[in-house]
Each structure stands twice: as structure tokens, then as C-alpha cells.
């Protein structure tokens, strides 16, 4: 769908910018996430982008797997439906959301992210799986993965 | 820098993928992160990207206080540096790689996030601030904040 534009990079973030890494997709799926869009003119109307890239985007999705195109019973209308997989990307919005409140949010947070169970604030966080502790930018390290071509 | 092509959306992943939602944005942050680069050859080497798209990204970040020029002392290099807005990108970046792992990287994940301290594998985590769930996308809500126009 995108073309391999980062093919030398063998690395799951770009990965991930192959499939979610194009203009509006993330925000198409922050409004089917949170508010619940399912059907064309809905992200048309919400997002006010061109029909032509909606379509583009909304086409990928379903091939990539992270949309899924359903009709409702008694419905004229085609909807679009996120999968497992393009749910998933939840914590990708988030941590977006959280570095632009901080950064770029001068008036405050336009949007909070609430815990359904409480209402509570929800907090991203990096946690050590070994020690429990909440990981710091400047404690985070790489090593190489099984996923890493020459490597068993 | 980038024209804002997503002005009507009050939201703070918007406002961010203004900032760092061009193509190789991200990676050049991920490389200067977790590979300490800092130097423009060091970056077009490793991405092997377009001179005038790094030169645009790297001016861009500049300009936007994601990073920072510098030049060592005794070295004739200018060099880029994140700056703490740009470091902070870092959950962002886990965030996609996470992502990309699960569901783009069928030999396992090329590249393992650790905890410098204990070694251990990170985690990424949405935790209520109220009642420390940890919180599934499906227990995730929205509600408008004090930085939606019309909110006093």
C-alpha cells in the first residue's frame, strides 16, 4: 500500500510508520477508537480531509488487516471497523497525546484520556518487567532481537 | 515548519504528528535516542535518506526545540542534540516498535528495549492514576479537557 519507502530499516517502529505513518491514518484511527467513527462521511465530516485520501487510507487499512469493511443489518451504509490489530495501536495514540499535551498544549489538554472502570486519569508509563521499575528515557537501552536478519 | 495541514483538529496526537509526523521524523529521533547519533553524515548513513530531507527534518527539529546544534570542542562537526522535548519523544517510539513487534514482525522483534538498569525487558503500560489498574484499550475513554476551545 505505502510502497517500501523504508526498506533498508529493519526496525518495528519503522514497520509500524509503513503501515500507520502516512498522513491522517493515525487520526483516523484515534476518531473509529474514541469517537466511535465507523462510516466514510463520518471520518469525511470529523476530519475534513480529502475524499480521495479517505478512501486511500481507509483501503489500506482493510488490506493491512488493522480495518475490517461490515454492513449493520437494516443498513444501507458501509462501515468500517477496527480490528484487534488497529485497536491495538491505542498506546501509539496515547503516548502521542501525552508528548503533545506537554509540549505543545500551551492552554492545557484539549482531550483526557479517562479509565473507563474509575474515571481516573490514565498515565502512559515504561515499566522494567524484571524489577517493576518505571523506566526513564535516559534508562532505556536496545540489544539485538531474534527478528534481526544473521541473527538464530 | 511543516504548514498545518491538520488545523481544524484541537488535539494533542494532531498537534504532535505536526511536529514529528513527516516521513523519517521518528527514525531520526529513534537514531539519535538509541544509536547516539548526532551528526548529519552519521544520520544520512544510517537512513540512508535524501540529503535535502534530512537537511529539512534536522532544520525542522531545530526550529521546533527538538534538538539542538552543537559543535564539540576540538571538532570541526556541527552536531544535533536532543533536547529534553525530543527525548521525551521516547515512549512514542516504544509505543510503535511495541506495535510493530506484535504485528509486523513475524521472526520476533529485531531490536529489544531494556531497562539499563536490571537489564530486564520494558514493558509499556497505560495505568490509571486513581485505582493503578493497568488499563486495556477497551477500558480507555475520552473526555473534553481545559485546553478545548470554549472550556474556561
Redesign the interface.
Given at each position: 500500500m505505502l510502497g517500501s519507502?523504508?526498506e533498508?530499516?529493519?526496525?518495528?517502529?519503522?514497520?509500524?510508520?509503513?503501515?500507520v505513518?502516512e498522513?491522517w491514518s493515525?487520526?483516523i484511527v484515534?476518531d473509529a477508537?474514541?469517537a466511535g467513527a465507523t462510516r466514510f462521511s463520518e471520518f469525511l465530516r470529523r476530519?475534513?480531509l480529502a475524499r480521495n485520501i479517505l478512501s486511500a487510507r481507509l483501503e489500506g487499512f482493510v488490506e493491512t488487516?488493522i480495518m475490517e469493511r461490515a454492513v449493520r443489518e437494516g443498513s444501507a451504509y458501509e462501515e468500517y471497523h477496527l480490528t484487534e490489530?488497529g485497536?491495538?495501536?491505542?498506546?501509539?495514540?496515547?503516548?502521542?497525546?501525552?508528548?503533545?499535551?506537554?509540549?505543545?498544549?500551551?492552554?492545557?489538554?484539549?482531550?483526557?484520556?479517562?479509565?473507563?472502570?474509575?474515571?481516573?486519569?490514565?498515565?502512559?508509563?515504561?515499566?522494567?518487567?524484571?524489577?517493576s521499575?518505571v523506566?526513564d528515557?535516559?534508562?532505556?537501552?536496545?540489544?539485538?532481537?531474534?527478528?534481526?536478519?544473521g541473527v538464530a
Open positions: 519507502r523504508y533498508g530499516q529493519v526496525c518495528s517502529a519503522a514497520r509500524s510508520l509503513e503501515l505513518g498522513r493515525l487520526l484515534r477508537l474514541f476530519l475534513g488487516g490489530k485497536r491495538d495501536l491505542a498506546p501509539v495514540i496515547v503516548a502521542l497525546t501525552k508528548w503533545g499535551d506537554r509540549w505543545a498544549a500551551p492552554k492545557g489538554p484539549p482531550i483526557l484520556y479517562r479509565h473507563l472502570g474509575c474515571r481516573g486519569e490514565v498515565l502512559q508509563r515504561l515499566v522494567c518487567a524484571q524489577c521499575a523506566i528515557h535516559d534508562e532505556l537501552g536496545v540489544e539485538i532481537g531474534p527478528g534481526m536478519p
